[in-house]
Each structure stands twice: as structure tokens, then as C-alpha cells.
């Protein structure tokens, strides 16, 4: 049976890839007029393309899907959105389904992807995470994107988490940007990623539903980074354990 599973698991992850670029190029020209369009109406008609890509192909591969809480975004407010982090899929079901404007940080290195990085710079503040300049120059655009009127979303876990715990360790950066900015954080978690596209296999894909729940702001007043990071840390962390199924 596992044997079977496996070659099934391989013809759906070749269905998953064939679908992924042929509808990629579908909406490629579409998604590259919001250069022409001055930010934040660009990337928040980006968003729009990318969202209606991702339902599409998401449905095609067999994956439903589900987003839950987006009345927690206030109308006129700007968010950093946090996200844990399982899979490759993390970053379809997290970006174009946060309501409105957004960027996600991201590495550089997906920009040499031909063509799909015209896309993939469109989306994000991107960073070599090996250069301490580039960092630097990311916080700085994080910052930008906020007094642009749009939401950031970060991993604050960094790299996919390979282990059995909820959550990994958090870095800094996304708490030391609120705290920078005042603005208030909207913790996020994804379900089932990880069972769909798992990290530790290769050419591997089972169709499955996934989730995330966007859960109420808290802000970051009169907090420090540490403490803002170890409140987000539980709160997902708590929600994830009593929501997991």
C-alpha cells in the first residue's frame, strides 16, 4: 500500500506541476500590468490576479481549501501578518488570500527562475538571507510597504519547519517591524500544508484540504520585540494545538 501510495503521490505531484505552469502562464500578462499601476491600487489588483490563479489551480489539483477570519482585518488598517511555516504550499494559500495589499519577504534566489521571477519580485521584499546588507535594506523596505498602505506577511520560523513541534523558534524581525512601525500583528495559521506538499519528501504531492485562519490583531504598544514575539509565539501556538485535526 505504500508502495501504491507513493506512485500515486508522484502522478499528482507531476498533475500539480503541469496545472501550476500551464495556469501560471494563463495569468502571467494579466498579473504584469499592475507594474503600469502606481501602489497600493498595483498590488492589491496583483493580489486579486494571484488569488483567482491559486483558487483555480488549488481546486484543478484537487485540494480545497479554506480562509477563515478575514473580518479581522479593519478596513484602513495596516497589518504584519505572521505565518507559520510547514510547506512549499505555505506561501499560495497565505499571500493572495490576505485581504487586500500585500508582500511577503522572500529569498532572492527565486528571481533567477526564468520568467516566474518577474512574478515572484512583483509579490515580494526579497532578501539574501546569507548578506547582513541585504537585510538591512529589507527591513527598510518592510517599513516602506507598511507607509504604502500595504500589509506585510513574514515567516517569522524562517525556513520550513521539518520538526515534530507546532511551531519552531521565532526570529526577531517581524516583531523588532512592529515595534518600529506601531503597527499591530495578525497571527496566521495554516493547516494541512505539510500533509499535501511535505518537506521532507521529494516530487511528492497528495491532494488534501488546507486551511488558514487569520486570528485578531495584537498590538504592539508600549511592548518590546521579545515580549510582542513570545505573545505571537503562544497564540499560535495555543490555536494550532486546540484547531489541528
Known amino acids: 500500500m505504500r508502495t501504491l ?8 505531484a507531476f498533475w500539480a506541476l503541469i496545472t501550476f505552469i500551464l495556469t501560471f502562464l494563463i495569468i502571467f500578462i494579466p498579473s504584469m500590468i499592475s507594474w503600469l499601476i502606481p501602489n497600493p491600487a498595483g498590488q492589491k489588483y496583483f493580489i486579486g490576479v494571484s488569488r483567482i490563479w491559486m483558487s483555480v489551480w488549488l481546486t484543478i489539483t484537487g485540494c480545497s481549501y479554506r480562509v477563515k477570519g ?13 505565518c507559520n511555516h510547514n510547506s512549499l504550499l505555505d506561501v499560495p494559500l497565505s499571500s493572495p488570500f490576505i485581504p487586500g495589499a500585500n ?22 521584499v526579497l532578501v539574501n538571507r546569507k548578506s547582513e546588507t541585504s537585510r538591512r535594506q ?5 517599513k516602506n510597504v507598511l ?4 500589509h506585510m506577511c513574514i515567516y517569522p520560523e524562517g525556513t520550513r519547519n521539518r520538526t515534530t513541534e507546532p511551531l519552531k523558534k521565532f526570529h526577531d524581525g517581524a516583531f523588532r517591524l512592529a515595534v518600529d512601525t506601531k503597527k499591530s500583528i495578525i497571527p496566521s495559521v495554516i493547516f494541512n500544508t505539510k500533509k499535501v506538499l511535505p518537506p ?3 516530487f511528492w504531492f497528495w491532494p488534501g484540504r488546507v486551511e488558514i485562519h487569520f486570528l485578531s490583531p495584537i498590538s504592539s504598544i508600549g ?7 513570545d505573545e505571537v509565539f503562544n497564540k499560535m ?8 485535526h
Open 70 to 82: 478575514t473580518k479581522n482585518f479593519i478596513k484602513g488598517e495596516t497589518y504584519i501578518v505572521t
Open 138 to 142: 529589507s527591513f527598510d523596505k518592510m
Open 200 to 202: 521532507e519528501k521529494s
Open 237 to 244: 501556538k495555543e490555536y494550532y494545538l486546540k484547531e489541528s
Open 5 to 12: 501510495k507513493n506512485i500515486l503521490a508522484a502522478i499528482f
Open 103 to 124: 508582500k511577503t519577504i522572500a529569498k532572492s534566489t527565486f528571481v533567477k527562475v526564468p520568467i516566474f521571477g518577474f512574478f515572484y519580485m512583483r509579490g515580494s
Open 147 to 150: 507607509k504604502q498602505g500595504m
Open 223 to 229: 511592548k518590546t520585540s521579545d515580549e510582542l514575539k
